[in-house]
T-cell receptor
Framework: GAVVSQHPSRVICKSGTSVKIECRSL??????MFWYRQFPKKSLMLMAT?????????EQGVEKDKFLINHASLTLSTLTVTSAHPEDSSFYICSAIRWGLSSYNEQFFGPGTRLTVL | SQQGEEDPQALSIQEGENATMNCSYKTSINNLQWYRQNSGRGLVHLILIRSNEREKHSGRLRVTLDTSKKSSSLLITASRAADTASYFC???????????FGEGTQLTVNP
């Protein structure tokens, strides 16, 4: 089946630094990827929609300049958390759409990246 | 209530017993997926079932989908302590590509 990977799986950084998280579709091309953030009670919040070759679409309340998204290829989207603060510590998860026949699409989650900002 | 709502929220059973978790949703879907997540760890994809499918099996897992009732169930047979995790159902609506992700069922399998 389709596989979506994320790298790194865990990262610890100092406050004020930037961290880049990669999301890759391993055996299919994904023109659209999504970035989510998981909160302690485990519900997911959609942060942004990443489209290959164009600017990402951010959800209301998500700072574009803080969470930079680049979807440079059909298999890779990156999320950069800039000037990270402890409150940015969270679990970040991406998902990717695989388009099938007759425009039927399926979406798969990556395993997630745990970010800890000290 | 939220789309992709799991029931029960918590389930505790003994090793060897079967565990059944349910998921209800509200809108028309293309597919429904079940994932598991160990505490502090990443998501693991279990099964995807499409709207035109009624049942799928994978090892000790059995997933059913009833589109008329807008519900799905995940059955884990002969449970093991290693099955202890949170289990989530995720629905993909026909109206778009966005997924809806519930808060999950916390399964505890006691040795």
């Amino acid at each position: 089946g389709a596989v979506v990977s994320q790298h790194p799986s865990r990262v610890i950084c100092k406050s004020g630094t930037s961290v880049k998280i990669e999301c890759r579709s391993l055996d299919f091309q994904a023109t659209t990827m999504f970035w989510y953030r998981q909160f302690p009670k485990k519900s997911l919040m959609l942060m942004a929609t990443s489209n290959e070759g164009s600017k990402a679409t951010y959800e209301q309340g998500v700072e574009k300049d803080k969470f930079l998204i680049n979807h440079a290829s059909l298999t890779l989207s990156t999320l950069t958390v800039t000037s990270a603060h402890p409150e940015d510590s969270s679990f970040y998860i991406c998902s990717a759409i695989r388009w099938g026949l007759s425009s039927y699409n399926e979406q798969f989650f990556g395993p997630g990246t745990r970010l800890t900002v000290l | 209530s939220q789309q992709g709502e799991e029931d029960p929220q918590a389930l505790s059973i003994q090793e060897g017993e079967n565990a059944t978790m349910n998921c209800s949703y509200k809108t028309s879907i293309n597919n429904l997926q079940w994932y598991r997540q160990n505490s502090g760890r990443g998501l693991v994809h279990l099964i995807l079932i499409r709207s035109n499918e009624r049942e799928k099996h994978s090892g000790r897992l059995r997933v059913t989908l009833d589109t008329s009732k807008k519900s799905s169930s995940l059955l884990i047979t002969a449970s093991r302590a290693a099955d202890t995790a949170s289990y989530f159902c995720i629905t993909q609506e026909t109206s778009g590509s966005r997924l809806t992700f519930g808060e999950g069922t916390q399964l505890t399998v006691n040795p």
